[in-house]
C-alpha cells in the first residue's frame, strides 16, 4: 500500500485536525463529556416538570445553566489568556465534576427542590464557564492554522453526536431509574476529559511581563472586543439569533409533554433530532465558510430557523416535528459556527480566548435571556402560540443584516509583531509607575491634512484595541503643519503590553499613517510620566510605595 494513500493529507478536509494526537484526545473525551452534560440535562430539565407544573420554572432550568457562562466567561476568558490554559482547563472540569457528584447525593437523599436543583445546575455551568474559553483558545495550539475552522466545526460535531444521541439515552435512562442515574452519570463523563487535558504537555509561551490583574485583563479583552468592527458585528448578530433560538431550546420539554402530549422518551427523542441536524450542520461549517458569501449564509439560515420554530409550533405530529426541529438544529449549528469562526481569526493571541469569552457571553446571554422572555410568554399564552411568535420574531431579525452585515473574514494578520526599537528611559521606573502619557509628533502638508486625518481614525482603533487611553488628535494652531497624537496608559507595565499586542495589520496602520509625516528625522515620539498633584514624595528621603526600580527592557 502506498504510504501516501494513508497520509494525513489524503483525509476529507473536515477531519484532518483529528490527525493531530493532542487535539483527538480531547476531542473524543469531550464527546463523552457532552454526552454526560446532556444526559444530565435531561433529568434535571424532566425532574423539574415532576417538582413543579410552571412553564417559567421550567424554563429557568436552562437559563441556571446558561447564566454563570453569561456571567464567568469573561473572567474565565481573562484568566486563559494570563495563565496557563491547561490548568484553567482543569480547574473548571474539577469545579463541575464535584458540583455533579453532589448533585447526585441530594437526588439520592431526596433532597431536591425547584431552586436547589436551579442551584447546582448553575454550579455546573460554573464550572463549564471556567473550562470553555481556556478549552476553544487552546484549540489553536492544537492544530494547524489551516485546521482550524475543521477543529471548530469537529468540537461542534462533538457536542451534537452527543445531542443526538446522549438525550434519548437519557430519556430512557430518567423513564428506568429516574433522574438521579442521569446525575450520576453526568459526574463519570467528568473524568475521561479530566485526563486527557492533565497528560497534554502544553508548551507554554512565556511573557517578558508578569500578568495583569484580572480587571484589567478583563476590561482589555472588552475594549478589544468593541473597538474591533469584525468581533463587535459579530457578537451583537451572536445575541440576537441566540435569544430567538432559546425559544425553542427552552420549552422543548414542554413541547414534549403538552403539545405531542409524550413522556421523557418523547423530550429525549426531539432533543435527539436537534442534535442530529446540528452535526449534520456542522459538517458544513468549513465549506459555507470558503464558499459563499456570509452575509447571504446568515439570512439565510435565520429565516430557515424562524420558519422551523413555527412549524414545531404549529405541529401536533411528533414525526412533522422531529423533522423541523431537525432543520432548525442544522440552521442554528451551520449559524453558530460560522461566528464563531470569524470571532477567532479576528482575535490575535493575546486575546483570543477573551474575545471568545465575549462571544460565549452573547450566546449564553441571549440563551439566558431568550429562555426567561419566552418561558414567561408561554406561562401566559400558552406552548404554541409562543413558538409561533417566536418563529416570527427570528425571521424578522434577518433585517440586522441590512444594517450590521457579517464581515468576510479570511486568516488576518494576526501574528505579533515584535518592536525593534526600544523606548529611551533614563528614569526608575516600576511597573506600576504611571499614569504614563505618549505623544507623537506629525508634519502634514496641509493639502494632505484631510487624508491624513482619515488614516489617524483608522489608527485610533488600533491604539485603542490594544491598550491605549483617551485618545486625541490635536493641530497646532499657529504651526497648522504639525499635528498632535496623544493617548495614555495606566502605567508603565500597561504600556509595555500595549506595545507588545501589535499585530502585524497594526503595523501596516500605522506606517500608513506615518507616510504622511515630512519631518526631519521622523516622528517625534514622547513619552511622559504624569505626576497627578499629591503624588510626588515630600521629601528625597520618602521611601517609595512602589515597586522595586525596573529599568526597561527588563
Given at each position: 500500500m502506498d504510504p501516501a494513500s494513508t497520509s494525513p493529507r489524503q483525509l476529507p478536509a473536515m477531519w484532518q485536525p483529528l490527525s493531530e494526537p493532542t487535539f483527538r484526545a480531547i476531542w473524543l473525551t469531550s464527546l463523552l463529556s457532552n454526552f454526560g452534560q446532556l444526559?444530565?440535562?435531561?433529568?434535571?430539565?424532566?425532574?423539574?416538570?415532576?417538582?413543579?407544573?410552571?412553564?417559567?420554572?421550567?424554563?429557568?432550568v436552562q437559563t441556571a445553566v446558561f447564566l454563570p457562562l453569561m456571567l464567568l466567561l469573561l473572567p474565565a476568558g481573562a484568566l486563559a489568556d494570563m495563565y496557563d490554559r491547561r490548568k484553567v482547563a482543569l480547574s473548571g472540569l474539577a469545579f463541575a465534576f464535584v458540583s455533579?457528584?453532589?448533585?447526585?447525593?441530594?437526588?439520592?437523599?431526596?433532597?431536591?427542590?425547584?431552586?436547589?436543583?436551579?442551584a447546582f445546575c448553575f454550579l455546573i455551568g460554573s464550572g463549564v464557564a471556567l473550562f470553555g474559553p481556556a478549552w476553544q483558545a487552546s484549540v489553536r495550539e492544537q492544530v494547524k492554522l489551516e485546521h482550524l475552522p475543521a477543529a471548530i466545526g469537529l468540537s461542534s460535531i462533538s457536542y451534537n453526536v452527543a445531542r443526538s444521541v446522549g438525550p434519548a439515552i437519557g430519556g430512557v435512562l430518567v423513564a428506568t431509574f429516574g433522574s438521579v442515574a442521569a446525575f450520576g452519570i453526568n459526574a463519570l463523563m467528568c473524568l475521561p476529559i479530566i485526563a486527557a487535558f492533565y497528560f497534554w504537555k502544553r508548551t507554554q509561551v512565556s511573557s517578558r511581563l508578569p500578568p495583569e490583574r484580572i480587571d484589567r485583563a478583563i476590561q482589555a479583552g472588552v475594549r478589544y472586543s468593541i473597538h474591533s468592527p469584525p468581533i463587535r458585528v459579530l457578537l451583537i448578530r451572536t445575541l440576537v439569533a441566540a435569544s430567538g433560538v432559546a425559544s425553542i431550546t427552552a420549552l422543548i420539554p414542554l413541547v414534549a409533554k403538552q403539545l405531542l402530549g409524550g413522556g421523557p422518551g418523547t423530550y429525549g427523542l426531539l432533543l435527539g433530532s436537534f442534535g442530529v441536524g446540528a452535526?449534520?450542520?456542522?459538517?458544513?461549517?468549513d465549506g459555507a465558510r470558503r464558499k459563499t458569501d456570509p452575509e447571504a449564509m446568515i439570512r439565510l439560515l435565520v429565516i430557515a430557523t424562524g420558519v422551523m420554530i413555527v412549524v414545531v409550533g404549529a405541529s401536533r405530529s411528533l414525526p412533522l416535528t422531529l423533522a423541523?426541529?431537525?432543520?432548525?438544529?442544522?440552521?442554528?449549528?451551520?449559524?453558530?459556527?460560522?461566528?464563531?469562526?470569524?470571532?477567532?481569526?479576528?482575535?490575535?493571541?493575546?486575546?483570543?480566548?477573551?474575545?471568545?469569552?465575549?462571544?460565549?457571553?452573547?450566546?449564553?446571554?441571549?440563551?439566558?435571556?431568550g429562555a426567561w422572555v419566552w418561558g414567561s410568554i408561554a406561562d401566559n399564552v400558552g406552548v404554541g402560540p409562543t413558538l409561533v411568535i417566536a418563529g416570527v420574531a427570528v425571521a424578522a431579525s434577518m433585517l440586522v443584516g441590512f444594517i450590521l452585515p457579517v464581515p468576510a473574514v479570511e486568516k488576518a494578520e494576526l501574528d505579533m509583531e515584535e518592536l525593534r526599537i526600544e523606548p529611551e528611559v533614563n528614569m526608575g521606573l516600576s511597573l506600576r509607575s504611571g499614569p504614563i502619557v505618549i505623544e507623537l509628533e506629525y508634519r502634514v502638508e496641509l493639502e494632505q491634512a484631510r487624508d491624513f486625518y482619515a488614516a489617524m481614525l483608522v489608527l485610533r482603533r488600533a491604539r485603542l484595541r490594544s491598550g491605549a487611553f483617551d485618545w486625541s488628535l490635536s493641530r497646532d494652531i499657529a504651526e497648522?503643519?504639525?499635528?498632535?497624537?496623544?493617548?495614555?496608559?495606566?502605567?508603565?507595565?500597561?504600556?509595555?503590553?500595549?506595545?507588545?499586542?501589535?499585530?502585524?495589520?497594526?503595523?501596516?496602520?500605522?506606517?500608513?499613517?506615518?507616510?504622511?509625516?515630512?519631518?526631519?528625522?521622523?516622528?517625534?515620539v514622547r513619552?511622559?510620566?504624569?505626576?497627578?498633584?499629591?503624588?510626588?514624595?515630600?521629601?528625597?528621603?520618602?521611601?517609595?510605595?512602589?515597586?522595586?526600580?525596573?529599568?526597561?527592557?527588563?
Open positions: 444526559i444530565q440535562g435531561v433529568g434535571a430539565a424532566w425532574e423539574m416538570t415532576q417538582l413543579t407544573p410552571e412553564a417559567n420554572m421550567v424554563a429557568l455533579a457528584v453532589l448533585l447526585t447525593a441530594f437526588s439520592l437523599a431526596d433532597l431536591l427542590t425547584p431552586w436547589v436543583l436551579l452535526v449534520i450542520g456542522a459538517m458544513f461549517v423541523a426541529l431537525g432543520l432548525c438544529g442544522a440552521c442554528w449549528m451551520l449559524m453558530s459556527s460560522l461566528f464563531n469562526v470569524g470571532v477567532q481569526l479576528s482575535a490575535p493571541r493575546w486575546v483570543t480566548a477573551r474575545a471568545l469569552a465575549c462571544w460565549g457571553v452573547a450566546v449564553t446571554g441571549g440563551m439566558a435571556i497648522p503643519q504639525l499635528w498632535i497624537e496623544r493617548y495614555h496608559c495606566p502605567t508603565w507595565g500597561d504600556y509595555l503590553r500595549q506595545r507588545d499586542r501589535a499585530t502585524q495589520s497594526d503595523r501596516e496602520v500605522e506606517q500608513k499613517a506615518a507616510q504622511f509625516d515630512h519631518s526631519f528625522g521622523g516622528i517625534r513619552r511622559r510620566l504624569e505626576r497627578p498633584i499629591g503624588s510626588v514624595r515630600w521629601r528625597a528621603d520618602t521611601p517609595d510605595q512602589g515597586d522595586a526600580t525596573l529599568i526597561y527592557p527588563p
